[in-house]
C-alpha cells in the first residue's frame, strides 16, 4: 500500500509538472509583448479629444438654441407690428379719411421691411413666374381697392399663423 500511494504522488506531481509545462509558450512564438511607453500616453489623448469634442457640442446646441430665440422674437414682432400698421390702414379707409400719401408711403414700406425679415426668417421665397409690380400712379379709387386688397392679404397671412 505504501507503493501504491508513492507512486500516486509520483504520477500527481509528474502530472502538474507537465501541465504547467505545456501551458507555458516556447520562447519566439506569438506576438512580442506590447511595451510601447506611448500607448498609454495616445489612448488618454483619445479619450480627452472624445470629452472635448463633446463638450464643444453642446457649446455649440446651445448657441443655436438661443439664436433659434431670438429669431422667433424677432418674428413675433415683425408680425405684431404688421399687423398694427394694417388694423391703422384699415381704420383709416373705414373712416373714409382723405388718403395721406407720405404717410400711406411710410406704413407699406414698414410693412414690405418687415414682410422681407420675415420671408428669409422662414426661407419662403417667391415663385419665379411672379413679378414686382412696377410702381405706377394710381388714382384714389384705385388705391384704396389696392389698400384693400393688400389688408386682405395681411388678413390671410394672419389666418395662416394662427
Known amino acids: 500500500m505504501k507503493n501504491i500511494s508513492q507512486f500516486l504522488c509520483a504520477g500527481l506531481f509528474a502530472l502538474i509538472v507537465a501541465t504547467s509545462t505545456f501551458a507555458q509558450k516556447p520562447v519566439g512564438v506569438g506576438p ?3 511595451n510601447n511607453p506611448n500607448l498609454d500616453d495616445r489612448s488618454r489623448q483619445v479619450d480627452e479629444s472624445r470629452l472635448r469634442s463633446a463638450e464643444m457640442d453642446s457649446g455649440a446646441n446651445a448657441e ?3 439664436r433659434l430665440l431670438a429669431a422667433i422674437a424677432f418674428m413675433k414682432e415683425d408680425f405684431t407690428r404688421i399687423q398694427v400698421v394694417r388694423n391703422d390702414i384699415a381704420r383709416n379707409l373705414v373712416e373714409h379719411k382723405p ?3 407720405k404717410l400711406l ?3 407699406t414700406a414698414e410693412i414690405n ?3 422681407g425679415r420675415l420671408n428669409v426668417y422662414m426661407r419662403a421665397h ?3 413666374d411672379e413679378k414686382e409690380a412696377s410702381a405706377t400712379e394710381l388714382k384714389d379709387e384705385e388705391m384704396i381697392s389696392t389698400l384693400v386688397k393688400l389688408c386682405k392679404l395681411i388678413d390671410t397671412l394672419i389666418e395662416i399663423q394662427l
Do not use: C, G, I, V
Request: proline residues 11%; aromatic residues 6%; glycine residues 0%.
Open 126 to 128: 417667391a415663385s419665379e
Open 99 to 101: 388718403l395721406d400719401y
Open 64 to 66: 443655436n438654441e438661443k
Open 105 to 107: 408711403s411710410e406704413q
Open 113 to 115: 421691411k418687415r414682410a
Open 32 to 34: 512580442p509583448p506590447n
